[in-house]
Structures are given as structure tokens and as C-alpha cells.
T-cell receptor, first 110, second 116 residues
Framework: QKEVEQNSGPLSVPEGAIASLNCTYSDRGSQSFFWYRQYSGKSPELIMSIYSNGDKEDGRFTAQLNKASQYVSLLIRDSQPSDSATYLCAVNQAGTALIFGKGTTLSVSS | GAVVSQHPSRVICKSGTSVKIECRSLDFQATTMFWYRQFPKQSLMLMATSNEGSKATYEQGVEKDKFLINHASLTLSTLTVTSAHPEDSSFYIC????????????FGPGTRLTVT
């Protein structure tokens, strides 16, 4: 059974702080790793994708991947109230469906 | 960028009726599309994988005779919920694979189904 685990939260951070979201996965054959943001009642929106070990930065977002530990994280710098949402970690292999974690709810207070 | 549309965005139907949901890739050809279902406060659960020109592959526990999937063209997959019941009320989301060896999927905006 391929699984993706996330802490459901809620994770509460003040505006301007760094939010740290974590995810572990069970399938060592996973090749690609994604972070999606989902607002209530909306479809998931891709924020970051990462395919190799290390860090990948895009604006205020940094994804970190450690395949040996089967661990993926997302850092959000300078958190804004508009970042308040559920963040979904997902993994897959080429051509296959995404396997999603249950999501972490982030709340950024102003 | 790759755009996926879904229609309708919301639908309310009576128990026992059937509902068809369309998923279209607007600016690319998608040989593979996926159908997910999301219940309140839960994550997306894969229902089935839809391949153009062949039968869909259903996940364990998903009734293939109840959730009919047709992927007749490279830009259109349809999900028909037959004899819908209140427990089928959910958020149905499709995604399309960018290419046969692609990792990235592009999600539609979702369809909110309410069965009364």
C-alpha cells in the first residue's frame, strides 16, 4: 500500500513568519514530488514540483527532498494570510496517478 | 499553460438519476486522465485511470458499473454516476497527464455533485 503521510495540523503561524510543512512517503520507487495548495471548495493548485535530492526555491517557497529518508518538505517564507489553505503533498512515478497525503491546514494570522 | 476544464461545475440531482461530468484538456492532448473524489475534510482519492481508446482502470472499492468512464478522444473523458444516491455527493476532480511519460498532471476545477 503506497502511502503519503502528513501532519493534519492546523499549523498556525503569524504573518511574516516561516511556515514549515512536512511529508513522508512509503514507496521508494517514487520519482516525482509535488506540493499543491487547496482552498476550500476549489481544485488543487500546483505550487512546487521537485524531482532530485536537495532544495528547490521559487519565490517565497522552498521544497526540500531527501529520498534516503523518504521525506519532502515545503517552507513558506514571509507567510501571508492569503497563504492560509490546505497543503497537499503528492508523489508519483512517470505516467501514473498522484498519491496524495491527507493535507496540512495552514492558518496565517495577521 | 495546460488548461483542463470540467463541466458542470455544480450539479444537483435526485436520487436514482444519472449524472455525466465532462473533463476536457483545452490546449493539449491527454492520453491519460484521472478521476478523483474528495469528501469534506478529506484528501483526494483516486477513483480510476482513464486511457484514450481503452477501458478505464478502477481502484479497489470503486464500482465500475456505477461510475462509468469513457475516454473516446484525446481531449475528452467523461464520468457518469449512474443511479446516484446521497452518499455519492462529493467533489469530483479530473486531471490530465501532460504526456505519456510526463510526471505533471493538470487539474480541472472540479464538479460539486449533490444528490438529494
Amino acid at each position: 500500500q503506497k502511502e503519503v503521510e502528513q501532519n493534519s495540523g492546523p499549523l498556525s503561524v503569524p504573518e511574516g513568519a516561516i511556515a514549515s510543512l512536512n511529508c513522508t512517503y512509503s514507496d521508494r520507487g517514487s520519482q516525482s514530488f509535488f506540493w499543491y495548495r487547496q482552498y476550500s471548495g476549489k481544485s488543487p493548485e500546483l505550487i512546487m514540483s521537485i524531482y532530485s535530492n536537495g532544495d528547490k526555491e521559487d519565490g517565497r517557497f522552498t521544497a526540500q527532498l531527501n529520498k534516503a529518508s523518504q521525506y519532502v518538505s515545503l517552507l513558506i517564507r514571509d507567510s501571508q494570510p492569503s497563504d492560509s489553505a490546505t497543503y497537499l503533498c503528492a508523489v508519483n512515478q512517470a505516467g501514473t496517478a498522484l498519491i496524495f497525503g491527507k493535507g496540512t491546514t495552514l492558518s496565517v494570522s495577521s | 499553460g495546460a488548461v483542463v476544464s470540467q463541466h458542470p461545475s455544480r450539479v444537483i440531482c435526485k436520487s436514482g438519476t444519472s449524472v455525466k461530468i465532462e473533463c476536457r484538456s483545452l490546449d493539449f492532448q491527454a492520453t491519460t486522465m484521472f478521476w478523483y473524489r474528495q469528501f469534506p475534510k478529506q484528501s483526494l482519492m483516486l477513483m480510476a485511470t482513464s486511457n484514450e481508446g481503452s477501458k478505464a482502470t478502477y481502484e479497489q472499492g470503486v464500482e465500475k458499473d456505477k461510475f462509468l468512464i469513457n475516454h473516446a478522444s484525446l481531449t475528452l473523458s467523461t464520468l457518469t454516476v449512474t443511479s446516484a444516491h446521497p452518499e455519492d455527493s462529493s467533489f469530483y476532480i479530473c486531471s490530465a497527464l501532460g504526456g505519456i511519460f510526463s510526471y505533471e498532471q493538470y487539474f480541472g476545477p472540479g464538479t460539486r455533485l449533490t444528490v438529494t
